[in-house]
């Protein structure tokens, strides 16, 4: 390991929420750990402003305990415009104004659900 290291120092205001929140998931990892911790926030933190740099600043004013993995992903999507590679073809159908009345596929007749199943099984492992 290198010898040139860089040491920061930063201060959390418990009197703000995300700064409580930060806290909070800081005493839930082990001493031990938490030098880890924060090397691994602080070098996330950059790739986010990589990404575009109003992110770091914006994601931290929004967490909280309820933050979702889709509710980041979404909120990465409309800081930098971006769209996702992979959606659920629901998704797309909405997107597109089609297939806003299917049924769901448990509902579709005993035919349709047959004709769905061997789809299904020659698309196995496209995917």
Do not use: C
């Amino acid at each position: 390991m290198s010898e040139d290291r860089k040491k920061f120092t930063l201060y959390l205001h418990p009197e703000h929420d995300a700064d409580r929140q930060a806290l909070n998931v800081i005493e839930s990892v082990s001493r031990s750990a938490r030098g880890e911790l924060f090397r691994h926030a602080f070098i996330a933190g950059m790739a986010l402003h990589q990404l575009d740099s109003r992110l770091p600043a914006l994601l931290s004013t929004l967490f909280s305990a309820g933050l979702t993995a889709d509710q980041l992903v979404a909120f990465v999507g409309q800081t930098t415009g971006w769209k996702p590679s992979q959606a659920e073809i629901r998704s797309v159908l909405a997107e597109l104004g089609a297939g806003q009345n299917l049924p769901p596929a448990d509902e579709l007749a005993p035919d349709a659900q047959d004709e769905l199943a061997a789809v299904r099984s020659k698309l196995k492992g496209f995917l």
